[in-house]
């Protein structure tokens, strides 16, 4: 890239301001874990999200790693490594049995598993710079397909008019972190950096955008439930289409717990998903 190397200054200004950013949505499940020591149980909750979120900060250290000049991204990653381990030990150590043996096995297939296979086959298949340009792939890919996740919740959101599990503070912080590494990628010369954190700007606009277009509506599910109460008691089946709409009021919950939970990428770069997951009651 032609603007590669030219502004130095501003390179190292968008990657701190990156660091920041994504430190503060790194801590932002402090909250909940407390809430998980308080009740000595994560029952109702899952981690999938630290598992990934520490399988990603492990990758792109090791990218960094073979790249060179990129300490900030290292930085940033090493923090999220610490606070994603403390996070799924705290989980394991308070998790129900059978959530325990979950989480052990997704540790193993992520981390043991899945980093293992991409340091070794980088290692002793690839040589010199080819084993950065793989690796920087991977990262590529890996963090689009984050970016991209949160489609069908939008999608929800657009439908029943409804942005009540939407956070619009943790939405403005990761479009803002995800400026932040945008530029820290585009000064650095460093597609691999840049390109999935345009996706990440585009979407955190969108839902910002549906945020403010929806904050005021009602949701078109709290408007049919009314109607269905009424319909149930003709028939004396009072419980069973109210069921079906809270069922699916539900899902939206759902999804929109899964969005805001397991697709927060708080420097477009880590990918770390910085939340448990709960399943509304």
């Given at each position: 890239?032609?603007?590669?190397?030219q502004?130095?200054?501003?390179?190292?200004?968008?990657?701190?301001?990156?660091?920041?950013?994504?430190?503060?949505?790194f801590?932002s499940?402090?909250?909940?874990?407390?809430?998980?020591?308080?009740?000595?149980?994560?029952?109702?909750?899952q981690?999938?999200?630290?598992?990934?979120?520490?399988?990603?900060?492990m990758?792109?250290?090791?990218?960094?790693?073979?790249?060179?000049?990129?300490?900030?991204?290292?930085?940033?990653?090493?923090?999220?490594?610490?606070i994603?381990?403390?996070?799924?030990?705290?989980?394991?150590?308070?998790?129900?049995?059978?959530?325990?043996?979950?989480?052990?096995?997704?540790?193993?297939?992520?981390?043991?598993?899945?980093?293992?296979?991409?340091?070794?086959?980088?290692?002793?298949?690839?040589?010199?710079?080819?084993?950065?340009?793989?690796v920087?792939?991977?990262?590529?890919?890996?963090?689009?397909?984050?970016?991209?996740?949160?489609?069908?919740?939008?999608?929800?959101?657009?439908?029943?008019?409804?942005?009540?599990?939407?956070?619009?503070l943790?939405?403005?912080?990761?479009?803002?972190?995800?400026?932040?590494?945008?530029f820290?990628g585009?000064?650095?010369?460093?597609?691999?950096?840049?390109?999935?954190?345009?996706?990440?700007?585009?979407?955190?606009i969108?839902?910002?955008?549906?945020?403010?277009?929806?904050?005021?509506?009602?949701?078109?599910?709290?408007d049919?439930?009314?109607?269905?109460k009424?319909?149930?008691?003709?028939?004396?089946?009072?419980?069973?289409?109210?069921?079906?709409d809270?069922?699916?009021?539900?899902m939206?919950?759902?999804?929109?717990?899964?969005?805001?939970?397991?697709?927060?990428?708080?420097?477009?770069?880590?990918?770390?998903i910085?939340?448990?997951?709960?399943?509304?009651?």
């Amino acid at each position: 890239m032609v603007i590669a190397g030219q502004f130095p200054h501003l390179t190292f200004a968008f990657g701190l301001m990156g660091n920041f950013v994504s430190f503060m949505v790194f801590v932002s499940p402090l909250p909940t874990f407390y809430k998980i020591y308080k009740k000595k149980s994560s029952e109702g909750f899952q981690s999938i999200p630290y598992v990934v979120g520490l399988f990603s900060a492990m990758l792109w250290i090791y990218y960094a790693l073979l790249k060179g000049n990129a300490m900030l991204l290292i930085t940033i990653n090493s923090v999220g490594i610490v606070i994603q381990t403390f996070y799924l030990c705290v989980f394991v150590f308070y998790a129900p049995k059978k959530a325990k043996m979950e989480s052990l096995k997704l540790i193993m297939l992520f981390i043991v598993i899945g980093f293992g296979l991409i340091v070794l086959l980088t290692q002793f298949l690839t040589k010199g710079a080819q084993r950065g340009v793989i690796v920087g792939w991977v990262c590529l890919v890996f963090a689009l397909c984050v970016f991209v996740a949160p489609l069908g919740v939008l999608r929800q959101v657009i439908k029943t008019k409804s942005v009540e599990y939407m956070p619009i503070l943790l939405s403005l912080a990761l479009t803002l972190s995800a400026v932040m590494w945008f530029f820290y990628g585009l000064f650095l010369g460093d597609l691999n950096i840049a390109i999935p954190n345009t996706l990440g700007f585009t979407f955190g606009i969108i839902q910002i955008i549906l945020y403010f277009l929806y904050k005021n509506k009602k949701p078109v599910i709290d408007d049919k439930i009314p109607e269905m109460k009424e319909k149930t008691s003709e028939i004396d089946e009072p419980e069973v289409p109210r069921a079906k709409d809270q069922h699916a009021l539900d899902m939206v919950k759902l999804n929109a717990f899964i969005h805001t939970e397991n697709v927060q990428n708080p420097h477009g770069v880590a990918v770390p998903i910085n939340h448990i997951i709960e399943v509304p009651a």
